[in-house]
Nanobody, 123 residues
């Protein structure tokens, strides 16, 4: 399976961006999909996850600002980011997992990863 993340860029604080993750090689609908991010010098951290049925889970700092969604027909997962803050600056990665639950905050339950897309939020 291959995951291709796109949509990153430079945006001012308070602005919005939408990231996309195209899945190929298998049907994404049977898997949970997640977004993680990694800032320079920091650990990769969980951002959001979505089950094939639509259930979602968010990291506390992005609740109310970010929205994860998926289009199973297009094998694509999205992360709509609004009210962006400088501390959201990171490389964002999408990932696929055969599991669903609170464990989806853990990197080790994801077996496929995209290459990452850089989001830079200026103050």
């Amino acid at each position: 399976v291959q995951l291709q993340a796109s949509g990153g860029g430079l945006v001012q604080a308070g602005g919005s961006l939408r990231l996309s993750c195209a899945v190929s090689g298998r049907t994404s609908s049977s898997y949970a999909m997640g977004w993680f991010r990694q800032a320079p010098g920091k650990e990769r951290e969980f951002v959001a996850a979505i089950h094939w049925s639509g259930f979602t889970h968010y990291e506390d700092s992005v609740k109310g600002r970010f929205t994860i969604s998926r289009d199973n027909a297009k094998n694509t997962v999205y992360l709509q980011m609004s009210s962006l803050k400088p501390e959201d600056t990171s490389v964002y990665y999408c990932a696929a997992s055969p599991y669903w639950g609170t464990i989806n905050t853990r990197r080790d339950v994801y077996d496929s990863w995209g290459q990452g897309t850089l989001v830079t939020v200026s103050s």
